[in-house]
C-alpha cells in the first residue's frame, strides 16, 4: 500500500479510476467540454504534460492555415507554457482540440505522433513489477497500481482536475453527498479509530468542504479508438462512492457513461 498524507493523519490509501465511453471521436471534444463544464468540476485545467500540445502544433501548422481555428487554439494553449508552473487550459480550446484530433486520428496514429517509448528507468521498473508493455500497444490503465507508473504511450491529452466543493453542490446532491460520507465514516469507525480520538465519520466530513483533485487522460489506442480516462487517490478507499457519485453526475449532465475500478 501506499502511504499518503490527509488532513493531518496518515492512512494506507489505493487508487481508484475512472473511464469515460468515447462512441463519437470527431465530437470528442465537444463530449468532454460538456464533462468538465457539467458544473462538476472547478472550472481551472491544468496539463500534467505539455509536449503532446508542441508535438500536435508543429503537425497541424504543416496542414492548416494560420487562420484555422485549430491552430489559433494550440498557438493559445501553448502560449501558456511556462518553466515555473503547470500550464492551464480553457474549455473552449479544449473542445476544439480533442474534436480535431478525433477527427484526424488515423493519419496521427499513422504517424505515430502519440507514440513515447519507454525510459531506462521504466523499463527497469516494469520489469521489477512484471509488467509488460510495449509502445504502440493496448494499455489496459487498471494493470498499473499507481499513476506514476503508467506509460504515456499514446496519451494526447493529460490534465489535472478537481471536484468542486460540497458547498457548490443542488440542495439534494449536498444531502446524498453528506449520507454517502456519513456510511464511509461509520464503516471506518466500527473498524478502528484515528490516532488522535476523533471519530472517522467527523474526519470524513470535512473532506466536503475541499476540492477533491483527479487526473483526466484522453488516450489514441492501436486501432484508432480513444479512451478516457482518470484517477484519484486520496482515501480512495474511504470515499469511492463520494468521487463516483459526482462522476456519475457530471456524466449523466454531459450525456456520457462513465465507470469504475478500485486499484488495490
Known sequence: MLRARWSGYEIDSSEAAYKVKVKDPAHMGTLMRAFLGSGYFVRSFYHLSEVQMERLQEWVAQREPPEAKMRQALDKVISKFSDTRWSRIGVRNLETILNYVGQHAQELLDDQLFRFELTDEEREQYADLDIEFEPGSFLDETDFYSEGEMPMDGVVMALGCALVKAEKLTPGERRETRQIVRRAGRRMDR????????????????????SMNISLRVR??????????????????????????????????AGAQVGFDMIY
Open 220 to 253: 489514441l489506442n492501436p486501432d484508432a479508438t480513444f479512451s478516457v480516462t482518470g484517477r484519484w487517490m486520496e482515501d480512495g478507499q474511504f470515499l469511492y462512492d463520494y468521487y463516483s457519485y459526482l462522476l456519475e453526475q457530471a456524466a449523466e449532465k
Open 191 to 210: 473498524f478502528e479509530r484515528p490516532f488522535f480520538g476523533e471519530r472517522w465519520v467527523d474526519l470524513l466530513a470535512s473532506s466536503l468542504e475541499r
